[in-house]
């Protein structure tokens, strides 16, 4: 799960000409360590939801990546 | 506390008597208005009212393409003139400004671009009865502590920004602030009234903090999930929450404290319901384009609680245009742009409805080969419309979804 997280995470970032991130931690947080808006937080969820059929942000929005770890977990 | 305007991003503290030196300062005038910062943008709208000159407020990320579409013109220095002055007495205080202004010259015109029905944005001009219509003026409003939450170039923003002006509300820039930003500057200002988008609030989530100066919380569009309402009834516990109903041309029209509108008193005649659609006169919507009927079929259908005095509930809002975190995008547009892509074929574009943004951007893509890729179709908009606008989405499909009628769907993924 979290190589795919990776993928998606980097297929987003690279989408907006963003730098793309080498690994990834549960502390990293979204907006300001991995450098995503909400435009790319949108598109994340689409993504997140066609490969794991869970609506990460449907309950208000999450800050770092081990919080989608944890939805994606329950 | 009192200023005229502050914004932590580009480290503003405006008070009123520097905005009062500036504009005496002021001695050359653009009727183009297309910067990033929130108080040259504020600055010359208080220009132009003051000495009768139109304005014409382009989104600062807009592409050169698009600024050509729309003006003719990419680069507007060669607009610049020179302010005549013989004639103007200064405003000598914040009191005397906000008088002048109050009595803006109804020659004055304020132009916008908003998301038309058909293809590009459509130009929308307004007078100053038109766009401060709904400036509300009491005792009460003069305290108020304003959080702007809008992109100062569109409607909406331009409404709270006449509300906070005309009454001599400071006024805090929130928009495109981080969330811990924007909540430090709720409770550092002791912020009162915030009118943003839903997806403005919902941003804010989680928070375990309290802000008890916040007064009334006013949102539009899409409705609050209950569960956030109930969230934001904890952070914010003083608050009265508003939905408003607002329109790209006419910005907003009727406010309510959940999902039922009633009509304020003295504006019936202003409205009328045809086949349980909402018409609106065009006095309201100041000039959009050049042929405006008398009544502006907005599109959005409605069920009438109650005849007399008026009141009602939408059933169901203008579907082509897509909300896109509150700005709004016609997929129209953005089909006729991506099909200049010299490997496309066919588009459909559409929204799915999203967590974050209420609305993303998707589309299906008919291409001349695999070497069309979705970067490549990104990089290809990216120089042509702006980022929102663009598909957040891109299937490559080998024909086009489309409806029993041969017309494409957009609501549908």
Not at chain 1, 42 to 52: D, K, M, W
Not at chain 2, 327 to 347: F, S
Request: a negative charge; glycine letters at 4%; charged letters at 25%.
């Amino acid at each position: 799960m979290e190589n795919k997280m990776l993928e998606i995470i980097n297929l987003v970032l690279d989408n907006r000409i963003k730098v793309k991130i080498e690994n990834l931690t549960p502390e990293m947080h979204l907006r300001n360590d991995i450098g995503l808006d909400s435009l790319d937080l949108a598109e994340l969820t689409v993504r997140i939801e066609a490969e794991f059929d869970v609506d990460v942000f449907e309950d208000g929005i999450v800050y770092t990546v081990g919080e989608i770890f944890e939805k994606l977990n329950r | 506390m009192d200023f005229f305007f502050k914004d932590t991003e580009s480290c503003k503290h405006i008070k009123w008597s520097k905005l009062l030196d500036d504009i005496d300062d002021t001695l050359f005038y653009n009727k183009y208005c297309n910067s990033s910062d929130y108080y040259i943008v504020f600055r010359q709208i208080v220009v132009s009212m003051l000495f009768g000159k139109e304005i014409i407020l382009l989104d600062a990320d807009f592409t050169e393409n698009e600024l050509l579409k729309l003006t003719g013109f990419s680069v507007f220095e060669d607009f610049n003139e020179t302010l005549d002055k013989s004639n103007f007495l200064m405003p000598s205080s914040k009191e005397s400004l906000i008088e002048r202004l109050k009595s803006t010259n109804n020659n004055w015109k304020i132009i916008l671009f908003t998301s038309g029905t058909t293809g590009i944005p459509k130009e929308v001009v307004h007078n100053f009865e038109s766009i401060s219509r709904f400036v509300k003026f009491s005792k009460i409003k003069t305290i108020c502590i304003w959080g702007f939450a809008y992109n100062p170039t569109h409607m909406a923003g331009i409404q709270v920004f006449l509300q906070a002006l005309l009454n001599g509300n400071p006024i805090v820039r929130l928009f495109g602030l981080t969330s811990a930003k924007i909540l430090n500057e709720i409770e550092f200002n002791k912020i009162t009234h915030i009118s943003a988008t839903p997806t403005f609030y919902r941003l804010l989530l989680p928070c375990e903090r309290k802000f008890e100066s916040m007064q009334r919380i006013t949102s539009g569009g899409e409705k609050f999930n209950e569960r956030i309402k109930e969230q934001f009834l904890m952070i914010f516990p003083n608050a009265i929450f508003n939905n408003i109903y607002a329109s790209t041309e006419a910005g907003a029209l009727f406010a309510s404290h959940n999902d039922l509108f009633s009509l304020e008193f003295g504006f019936e005649h202003l409205i009328r319901i045809e086949n349980n659609e909402l018409l609106i006169h065009n006095s309201l919507m100041g000039k959009a384009g050049s042929k405006v009927q008398e009544w502006y079929k907005t599109g959005d259908l409605i069920e009438v609680v109650c005849d007399k005095p008026l009141s009602f509930r939408f059933i169901s809002r203008n579907s082509d245009i897509i909300n896109v975190g509150g700005y709004k995008v016609n997929p129209i547009e953005v089909e006729e742009i991506i099909l200049t892509h010299p490997g496309i074929i066919n588009v459909r574009v559409f929204s799915k409805s999203n967590s974050v943004l209420g609305n993303v951007i998707c589309c299906e893509v008919l291409r001349e080969n695999t070497s069309v890729d979705e970067l490549s179709i990104r990089v290809f908009l990216q120089s042509k419309i702006q980022e929102f606008k663009i598909p957040r989405i891109i299937h490559f499909v080998s024909e086009l979804t489309t409806t029993r009628t041969g017309k494409i769907k957009r609501n549908y993924i």
